[in-house]
């Protein structure tokens, strides 16, 4: 279905590449003062025609400056399209190797490898989550991969290994360094030093090598980033949703029907609300986690963590929710009973077809809210509260804790 097919996303890597490349680099975060949207800039519209997908959409470059030098050779060695169709086979192996990446870190003791897999590709498949993230050819697909990796070299004893993979995560996009409070949680000092001497290095290093200009754009463009509240029909935050709840009740919501994106101001209301949730969430996951078995602790932190951190973020997107479905396969498959329907009402919320009927493409004549807001933020609430009261790694009392293989009796 993709091969062939435009990534939107990706053109933002190649086309930053490819000025990165000519020198040109005011153009490399050229876009409009809200940072992100669809407004093309006059030269990436000149440089998209310029190839055989004239007409295509482009997004504004928002990642680190040596993301952009990395995407420089790309650029001038592939055409944009046989660039993405590299990614598109990059990214189906990324998704691949990360399920299994998943099942070390939550099932390993519990589900056979094989079963594992037949169950988490016919889940994937099925879920808008990674097929978006596939179509916009989306760099989150590795990211994942890293955080995912980074603990299972965790869970396994390797502290600095795992904190080099989650720096290099969070080089790439700020976000992953979220998930270093995993360390300071489980009191692991040497991981945590690892973590911050690496995430320092390589700003230092890139700093030194591409010059502080570049990155003195890419700061300030996150400064601006962080005082908006971005609307989308791509994405579901909670303050997104907290918005446009406080404007239907106030009586001053707008009819969403032709608005696939309303940027404004954040409230301070809003941003105290979401600051507070999230600090609030990280108290309960370290609270109900803490006395686990390092086994199952790990696992059962990262769960509940990959929900809470893009639900608390301005830019939910729906792929940044992928982390959650690779490793909630393992509560479906032998959680206890509520978690298993709470894990199948996640996957069931995410299907393709639910996914579209909420979504843009389904468009509800005047609506005065976003469907897929309002749909998906207590979605995932009510998803992150499940792996809160039964967290991962933890079966039913009738179920033997005997690791679950053919045939399938169990289920």
């Not at 997908?53 to 928002?62: E, K, M, N, R, V």
């Not at 890419?218 to 918005?243: H, I, K, Q, W």
């Not at 600090?279 to 686990?292: E, K």
């Not at 843009?360 to 809210?369: G, K, L």
């Amino acid at each position: 279905m993709q091969w062939n097919a435009w990534s939107p996303d990706f053109s933002a890597y190649y086309f930053a590449g490819h000025f990165y490349g000519l020198e040109q680099f005011d153009q490399i975060y050229a876009g409009p003062p809200t940072v992100i949207g669809p407004d093309m800039p006059a030269a990436w519209a000149a440089a998209v025609d310029a190839t055989a997908s004239a007409g295509a959409q482009t997004y504004p470059f928002i990642y680190p400056p040596w993301v952009a030098a990395s995407a420089a050779p790309i650029a001038a060695h592939l055409s944009p399209q046989a660039a993405m169709n590299a990614m598109l086979l990059l990214n189906t192996g990324l998704i691949l190797a990360s399920a299994v990446l998943a099942w070390r870190i939550a099932g390993r003791r519990r589900i056979c490898l094989s079963f594992w897999m037949i169950a988490s590709c016919a889940l994937l498949a099925l879920n808008a989550i990674p097929i978006f993230a596939v179509y916009l050819g989306q760099l989150q697909i590795f990211i994942f991969f890293l955080c995912l990796l980074a603990f299972d070299r965790y869970k396994s004893g390797k502290d600095v290994s795992a904190a080099l993979l989650l720096a290099l995560a969070a080089c790439l996009k700020i976000t992953p360094a979220a998930f270093a409070i995993l360390f300071l949680w489980n009191r692991n000092w040497r991981a945590l030093l690892a973590f911050m001497l690496a995430s320092l290095g390589g700003l230092a290093l890139s700093i030194h090598l591409l010059g502080w200009p570049l990155h003195a754009t890419f700061f300030e463009r996150l400064r601006t980033l962080n005082g908006l509240l971005v609307m989308s029909d791509a994405g579901v935050p909670l303050e997104a949703f907290l918005y446009q709840i406080a404007d239907l009740v106030r009586g001053t919501a707008p009819i969403y029907d032709d608005i696939d994106e309303l940027v404004s101001w954040r409230p301070l209301w809003i941003d105290l609300v979401t600051k507070t949730s999230f600090i609030l969430g990280l108290a309960l996951i370290w609270w109900r986690m803490r006395h686990l078995p390092r086994h199952r602790r790990i696992g059962a932190q990262i769960l509940p963590l990959s929900i809470l951190v893009p639900l608390a973020t301005p830019l939910a997107w729906v792929h940044y929710f992928l982390l959650p479905c690779y490793l909630m396969v393992a509560t479906l498959i032998r959680g206890p009973r509520p978690a298993r329907y709470l894990a199948l009402l996640f996957f069931a919320g995410f299907t393709v077809p639910i996914f579209r009927l909420v979504g843009p493409d389904t468009p509800i004549e005047e609506a005065r809210v976003m469907p897929h807001v309002i749909f998906y933020v207590p979605l995932l609430s009510l998803s992150l509260f499940a792996t809160l009261r039964w967290p991962l790694g933890q079966v039913s009392q009738k179920e033997t804790r005997a690791p679950l293989r053919w045939p399938l009796r169990s289920l």
